[in-house]
């Protein structure tokens, strides 16, 4: 396996990263599984696309958009539809969220059909030149970027108060309660926090690859996945997680061939869900209590 | 009136056996269509809406069932109705096979499984291809339906095999099998302590939903005649089950048929006048009903439905 | 002398670093009831949970009627006639009461039934315990005070032989508690059902129990009679208090 490859599986464990930050962090708070997270990404990536085909804006600067973006459609979604349904049946908050994500596949169809678009930036194909390899700035970018919001995910849930009573709300709901937390206005935040991350991605997403409305879907399977193996509601773990499926995807890739990448991968998924449910990084009697 | 309030299954029933003398081959069509996803419904519900087990994934049986009377049809030459009968008993034993390591998940990590599990058949099917002939697809010999007309046919089919469903729901609800599925879905824990063998009967629910959804998709395979792997492993399909069992009423003997027509029918309405906003519209309506109807039409119109009773429904629901 | 029922030998229950239950060991005669006292955190429940197979055990065994009980699954284990109540009560909420208490006959009763058996003989329990008029409310809309009743109910219709009851009469009032006792007397002496009381209510446990157990932080402290038990300075230090030795025959007088 060549630096090529080492090359293409960080620039996937960084958009890997950033997806299961999001998704972890829906999960690790409010116990949801949002199915309208890869949507989301995908909203992220065309707002960029859109920024940079309308205004010539680059990707990276337009990161705050879809990151502002989304969080703006996740803070409502959760303060108004899922906050109701949350106490019932997991079936409902399932379905609410798989409502949400109809809608904005909808309306990225509508707006700008099922085509194929790409984001071809002027130092599109340039890189750093070291020895015979190139390593091109748009991936170098895209990793650094990742890096960056896993730090700043870190920092803010652990130095601010907004993140300390998100973490608070996550371990024990009455009890931050009774300190005097708003939990309903926390569990809004913090899902908009989670699909501004899920934005965010998404421009790392329309950065590195063409993209498509298709592109939902796999990305929905795919931050279950690092979610698991990372722990669910563990969001650093959800990083490891980001890592360790894009290098099982490359190395999948190069030596079985693309067509039982998926079947391994599952294999390997529900392993880990029924030995390990709590995932590679995760502590047993969390779980249990 | 109230003697349409106590009877109206008979009147839905008689409405139905003369449907196709009624309307067109367009309609007919949507209308078996609706039946197939009303039994497709009514098997989510068993495993689901009785069993509290949400298998989102439940399509994979659909598949299995699909490809397994294709299988048989075109290499062992085998005739529709044996072919069709075998398809169910496949899906049920690939439900009795898996059953025991999924089922062990739960919560959000079983809906996963499930989901992943639907991936993976998906793909195992695409690699067997001495068998399936992979994602070729496999085309089936042409409907052989004698004097009767293809389209009433397979919509007796459908028909038939609701039927059975709905039948082996009711009968399911009232004997130990139901009670035992309530006490589980309500306090696994209790119900183990009172002496339910817990696994057992939530494989049994399983692999009696795998059945009736694999019986379902034998039936498509031979409609269609022809069959990708793509189409019958969609999880788009199986979400829309889902959503259909919940609008009808989850854990209800025929409200999952009932959510089932409705939707197909506002599906078929919507996409017909306005292809472009088909998403939009029907994610605004799950969205409205996931919110506003906690459970389902029929819980709505049932015994004891009053707004006092709806409104503490949905502030029991609240954050 | 009665036969030994259960048989807990050096039973052993760890949650990580944590030991609930401590290398305890005692025995229950057939037809005995047994109290089990001790403060909080002493591994009451955690014990019934143990005997109930709701927990694994980490060590040692338990052997009911001389069948071990270690590598059998809860349900078995409440088929070979343990049946139990719950400190955080658990009815099953999408059912009435009646159905509530046939499922325990249904599933738990030595003997298959059917679901038609099931709903007769759970008519039957509910009238001995005088709760006829309750058979088709739904649980959801029955008062919580009257879920206690309910999950008695239904461990009885299970027909055990041997009923723990996990701090049964909390919340309630003197002539509930009264109630209560005099209904655990007359199962013990009417039907022979080996019962074992977790409670923290002492004169009710004391007035029933031929012998007590005592729990101190998953250590048996002390068993014997409730005499005995009283008079013991370890339990008296670690749980009663002196005054309450001092005054028990007193008060085990006035409750006779």
């Excluded at chain 1, 109809?102 to 707006?111: I, N, S």
């Excluded at chain 2, 009968?85 to 899906?91: E, P, Q, V």
């Amino acid at each position: 396996m060549g630096l090529q490859e080492i090359a293409n599986a960080l620039l996937l464990a960084g958009i890997y990263a950033c997806v299961g930050m999001g998704f972890s962090l829906l999960y690790g708070v409010m116990n949801i599984v949002n199915l309208a997270h890869g949507a989301m990404v995908m909203v992220g990536a065309y707002i960029s696309f859109w920024l940079f085909t309308l205004w010539g804006i680059d990707p990276f600067i337009s990161i705050p958009a879809s990151a502002l973006l989304l969080f703006a459609i996740g803070y409502p979604m959760q303060a108004y539809l899922v906050n109701n349904v949350i106490r019932s049946d997991i079936l409902r908050s399932l379905l609410v969220t798989y409502g949400v994500e109809m809608l904005l596949l909808g309306a990225v169809l509508v707006t700008w059909g099922s085509n194929y678009r790409a984001i071809t930036p002027r130092y599109f194909g340039a890189g750093f030149q070291i020895g015979r390899v190139v390593i091109p700035y748009l991936r170098t970018g895209v990793v650094a970027v990742a890096l960056a919001m896993a730090v700043g995910l870190n920092l803010f849930m652990s130095r601010t108060r907004i993140g300390m009573a998100i973490k608070a709300t996550a371990l024990n709901k009455e009890a931050a309660a009774l300190v005097g937390i708003n939990i309903r206005r926390i569990y809004a935040i913090s899902s908009g926090l989670g699909c501004a991350l899920a934005g965010a991605a998404g421009t790392l997403v329309a950065a590195s690859y063409t993209i498509s409305p298709s592109i939902e879907g796999p990305y929905l399977g795919n931050a279950f996945v690092i979610a698991v193996l990372g722990g669910l509601g563990n969001m650093m773990g959800a990083v490891a997680g980001g890592v360790v499926l894009a290098l099982a995807e490359t190395v999948g890739a190069v030596y079985f061939g693309m067509s039982f990448q998926r079947l391994i991968g599952f294999v390997i998924f529900l392993l880990v869900l029924i030995l390990r449910p709590y995932g590679l990084m995760g502590r047993r009697f969390y779980a249990e209590i | 009136m109230r003697r349409f309030k106590r009877y109206w299954p008979i009147f839905l029933l008689a409405v139905a056996l003369f449907l196709p003398a009624l309307v067109s081959g367009y309609w007919l069509r949507v209308f078996t269509s609706a039946l197939m996803f009303a039994v497709l419904a009514q098997g989510a519900n068993i495993i689901s809406g009785y069993a509290g087990c949400p298998a989102l994934g439940n399509i994979v049986f659909f598949g299995v069932g699909a490809y397994g009377a294709a299988v048989l049809m075109t290499a062992l030459k085998m005739p529709f109705l044996p072919a069709l009968l075998l398809s169910g008993l496949i899906g049920m034993a690939y439900a009795v096979l898996l059953g025991v390591p999924v089922l062990k998940t739960r919560g959000h990590y079983f809906v996963m499984a499930t989901i992943g599990l639907n991936d993976a058949t998906h793909e195992l099917v695409n690699n067997v291809d001495f068998l399936t002939q992979g994602s070729r697809g496999i085309a089936l010999p042409l409907p052989e339906t004698g004097k009767i007309e293809l389209l009433t046919f397979f919509y007796f089919v459908m028909l038939a095999i609701l039927l059975a469903t709905i039948f082996a729901t009711w009968l399911m609800a009232k004997s130990r099998m139901g009670y035992a599925l309530k006490a589980i879905k309500s306090d696994d824990e209790a119900a183990r302590a009172v002496g339910i063998n817990v696994t057992f009967y939530r494989v049994a629910a399983w692999a009696m939903s795998a059945f009736f959804t694999a019986m379902a998709g034998g039936a498509f395979a031979y409609w269609m005649t022809f069959i990708e792997p793509h189409v019958v492993f969609d999880i788009v399909m199986s979400v829309k089950m889902f959503i259909m069992m919940a609008l009808g009423g989850a854990g209800t003997i025929i409200g999952p048929t009932l959510g089932a027509i409705l939707l197909e029918l506002v599906s078929e309405t919507v996409w017909g006048g306005f292809p472009q906003v088909h998403y939009l519209v029907l994610g605004a309506v799950l969205v409205a009903v996931v919110v506003l109807l906690p459970e389902g039409m029929t819980l709505l119109f049932g015994k004891g439905a009053t707004l006092k009773t709806y409104r503490q429904r949905l502030k029991a629901g609240r954050l | 002398m009665a036969a030994v029922i259960l048989k807990v030998g050096e039973a052993t229950k760890r949650y990580g670093g944590v030991v609930a239950v401590d290398n305890l060991s005692f025995e229950v005669y057939q037809g005995e009831i047994l109290g089990v006292i001790g403060p909080n955190g002493s591994g009451k429940s955690t014990l019934m949970n143990l005997i109930s197979g709701l927990t694994p055990l980490s060590a040692g065994d338990i052997w009911f009627t001389g069948i071990s009980l270690r590598k059998k699954k809860t349900h078995n284990i409440a088929r070979l006639g343990i049946a139990r109540t719950f400190q955080l009560l658990k009815p099953f909420k999408n059912m009435t009461v009646g159905e509530n208490v046939a499922t325990g006959a249904m599933f738990g009763h030595i003997h298959r039934m059917g679901s038609v058996e099931a709903l007769a003989r759970s008519e039957e329990i509910l009238a001995s315990l005088g709760l006829s008029h309750q058979a088709a409310v739904p649980v959801n809309k029955l008062a919580v005070a009257e879920w206690r009743r309910l999950e008695l109910a239904r461990a009885l219709a299970m027909d055990p032989k041997l009923l723990l009851l996990d701090e049964v009469m909390a919340g309630m009032v003197a002539s509930e508690v009264q109630a209560v006792v005099e209904t655990v007397k007359r199962l013990n002496r009417e039907h022979g059902v080996t019962i074992i009381v977790v409670e923290h209510i002492m004169r009710a446990v004391m007035s029933m129990a031929d012998r007590v157990l005592v729990l101190d932080r998953g250590k048996r402290l002390a068993l014997g009679t409730p005499a005995q038990v009283a008079r013991d300075p370890a339990v008296v230090s670690a749980y009663l208090g002196a005054n309450y030795a001092k005054s028990f025959p007193k008060q085990h007088e006035v409750e006779e």
